[in-house]
């Protein structure tokens, strides 16, 4: 079964991709929490959850009332038709974790439809589950947000560390890059060690580091800091530009 959380056509708000027009969809459910993260959402049945800023795309136990269970592809490219977008336009798939379906016939066909039509594919995704190339060679056309979450998330070391996935996603793929949200608090506590161990696994891979919040003032908060810290360290700093215009809203 595939959860779509919700889908909307917008510009790339972080990454190697910043500001490109692109369609996200969001899909649901996730094999970590990240609880360290902090943010909170309301539930349906009214309870608090703590997470990630997308917690309501990532617990299934309380959110998954408000998901759309995918049981065709067509469902899914349906969605295309939805806006009226520019030729081939890119496209996100995120979450939660878009790989937790990366074994599923309908979410490969998915993959090979929209590859047919020229789009280029980008996941967003923790890094932490391997995808099988040899036997899905569609995801050879894919590029890999590398999301890779830090001791920040309060993951435990070997849920969140997967470095065959780090390197195979890495090597692979048709692109990949590291993505990690830092902030001040973090840059203090030594993360930087963590960032250099993790790259290890992917010595070439590009690595942006993104200010970590759920909300402008949080990121806001985290930006200079940050940019101290990439500038010190000679990685690239990655704006949430979404969040710095949008806030905490949502897609459609
Ligand atoms: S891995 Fe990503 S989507 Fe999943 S809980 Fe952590 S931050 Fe959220």
């Given at each position: 079964?595939?959860?779509?959380?919700?889908?909307?056509?917008?510009?790339?708000?972080?990454?190697?991709?910043?500001?490109?027009?692109?369609?996200?969809?969001?899909?649901?459910?996730?094999?970590?929490?990240?609880?360290?993260?902090?943010?909170?959402?309301?539930?349906?049945?009214?309870?608090k959850i703590i997470g990630c800023d997308t917690v309501?795309?990532?617990?299934?136990?309380?959110?998954?009332?408000?998901?759309?269970?995918?049981?065709?592809?067509?469902?899914l490219l349906t969605i295309l038709t939805l806006y009226?977008?520019?030729?081939?336009?890119?496209?996100?798939?995120?979450?939660?974790?878009?790989?937790?379906?990366?074994?599923?016939?309908?979410?490969?066909?998915?993959?090979?439809?929209?590859?047919?039509?020229?789009?280029?594919?980008?996941?967003?995704?923790?890094?932490?589950?391997?995808?099988?190339?040899?036997?899905?060679?569609?995801?050879?056309?894919?590029?890999?947000?590398?999301?890779?979450?830090?001791?920040?998330?309060?993951?435990?070391?070997?849920?969140?560390?997967?470095?065959?996935?780090?390197?195979?996603?890495?090597?692979?793929?048709?692109?990949?890059?590291?993505?990690?949200?830092?902030?001040?608090?973090?840059?203090?506590?030594?993360?930087?060690?963590?960032?250099?161990?993790?790259?290890?696994?992917?010595?070439?891979?590009?690595?942006?580091?993104?200010?970590?919040?759920?909300?402008?003032?949080?990121?806001?908060?985290?930006?200079?800091?940050?940019?101290?810290?990439?500038?010190?360290?000679?990685?690239?700093?990655?704006?949430r530009l979404h969040i710095r215009v949008w806030d905490?809203?949502?897609?459609?």
């Amino acid at each position: 079964m595939i959860y779509l959380v919700e889908h909307f056509y917008s510009i790339q708000g972080e990454g190697q991709f910043v500001g490109t027009p692109s369609l996200f969809f969001r899909f649901g459910g996730c094999n970590m929490r990240c609880e360290g993260f902090g943010c909170s959402e309301i539930a349906p049945d009214g309870s608090k959850i703590i997470g990630c800023d997308t917690v309501y795309a990532v617990n299934k136990e309380h959110f998954s009332k408000n998901w759309v269970n995918i049981t065709t592809v067509d469902q899914l490219l349906t969605i295309l038709t939805l806006y009226e977008l520019p030729h081939a336009v890119d496209i996100v798939l995120t979450g939660g974790e878009p790989l937790i379906y990366a074994n599923d016939e309908i979410f490969i066909d998915f993959l090979e439809q929209l590859h047919k039509r020229g789009h280029r594919i980008t996941f967003e995704t923790n890094g932490s589950l391997a995808v099988d190339f040899a036997k899905y060679p569609i995801f050879k056309e894919c590029i890999f947000a590398l999301s890779v979450k830090l001791s920040n998330s309060n993951e435990p070391y070997k849920k969140r560390i997967n470095p065959d996935a780090i390197y195979s996603l890495a090597t692979y793929s048709k692109d990949a890059f590291f993505k990690f949200s830092i902030d001040e608090e973090s840059i203090n506590l030594g993360l930087e060690d963590e960032i250099t161990e993790i790259i290890t696994h992917a010595p070439k891979t590009k690595v942006y580091c993104m200010p970590l919040g759920g909300n402008k003032a949080e990121v806001e908060k985290n930006t200079q800091p940050l940019i101290e810290f990439c500038k010190a360290k000679g990685y690239n700093f990655s704006d949430r530009l979404h969040i710095r215009v949008w806030d905490e809203n949502k897609g459609v």
